[in-house]
């Protein structure tokens, strides 16, 4: 019979199937299911953004460069993409990188080494093209280095020239710097006030070396979208290809929702099965942001009111 259902009808009954599985996996496992995505690792790296390795030895074995994972934290938690930070195929480990903006990123950062998440899905996504790419910077604002260090990394161990230029508001929020010092041929830190690295933004540094005659393959720019904005126009005039890692709202992960939808090239994405990464050049950044700042209010309400954040004040 299924033969004749239409395609969409294929993943309603996977679906019924899957969660008929997940309702029976506590009995099969006695019990033990809500303990298998433990946290091996915690690192506070300033005070607003945590490192997590998590125990997922299934998605550490797939997972590559530009990928992400969605998590819950509880039964009643909010689903939330993190793209991937590290992983360790041998150890079978995930590192995630997160800001504590929010309701849910708040709970995440109550938790501790030997704690578990109750859900943890992927590698979902697009692993980053790098192919043929000989030289190339990798661009990482804020808390955004946090995705553009396994970008680096990746590329380094290829055995490609990479530099890194990384951009921070100031010295107190500067994330990874040794990790990006041991995945780059040179490494630049730059910081709004001046005090860390060089002042200025990290398009003003990619500029300077454009000029200084570095050949650019690449261009990955990673972080808040009118960053990536103006990083594409500095190399929009030199022709060099960049790719931005984009971070719309984002609910099934799946393409089912069309909640993550991106204009590119005047064409629809979906950035969970399109993306992350795109071709910035063609990206409708005044859209993206016009749409990320939809539930701003909602979002501010929800911080306003969690338990945790009055806790804090």
């Known amino acids: 019979m299924l033969e004749f259902f239409p395609p969409i009808c294929y993943t309603y009954v996977w679906r019924f199937e899957a969660s008929v599985f997940l309702q029976m996996l506590p009995y099969i496992t006695k019990g033990k299911v809500f303990s298998m995505y433990k946290i091996l690792k915690r690192r506070q790296l300033n005070e607003n ?3 997590m390795e998590v125990d997922a030895p299934f998605i550490a074995k797939k997972a590559l460069a530009g990928q992400f994972i969605i998590l819950r934290v509880d039964e009643k938690g ?45 590698p979902l996504g697009k692993a980053t093209d790098f ?3 000989k030289k190339v910077c990798v661009i990482g604002g804020g808390v955004g280095n946090a995705i553009a260090y396994p970008s680096a990394k990746q590329l380094f161990n290829e055995g490609v020239e990479v530099d890194v230029i990384a951009g921070f508001r100031n010295k107190d929020i500067v ?3 040794d990790e990006f010092k041991k995945a780059s041929t040179n490494f630049y830190i730059t910081t709004d006030d ?9 398009t003003n540094k990619l500029q300077s070396l454009i000029d200084a005659g570095n050949k650019y393959d690449l261009v990955v720019a990673i972080g808040p979208v009118p960053m990536m904005k ?3 126009e500095v190399t929009r005039p030199y022709g060099i290809k960049t790719l931005v890692s984009l971070n719309p709202i984002m609910i099934d992960g799946t393409g089912m929702c069309g ?12 950035a969970c099965v399109d993306g992350p990464d795109f071709d910035g050049h063609l990206v409708n950044f005044d859209e993206l942001m016009k749409r990320n700042s939809t539930y701003k209010e909602k979002e501010a309400h929800d911080r306003e009111h969690c338990r945790l954040y009055k806790a804090e004040q």
């Open 78 to 122: 909010e689903r939330i993409p993190l793209t991937i930070s590290d992983y360790d195929r041998e150890k079978g480990t995930i590192t995630i990188i997160f800001q504590i903006v929010g309701q849910t990123t708040m709970l995440l950062s109550q938790l501790k080494e030997g704690d578990a998440l109750l859900d943890f899905v992927g």
């Open 194 to 202: 001046g005090s860390y690295g060089e002042k200025g933004f990290v």
């Open 259 to 270: 909640g993550c939808r991106v204009n590119v090239g005047g064409e629809i994405k979906f």
């Open 175 to 177: 994330i990874l710097e």
């Open 49 to 51: 953004v945590v490192l």
């Open 230 to 232: 103006f990083v594409c």
């Open 131 to 133: 192919e043929g790419a």
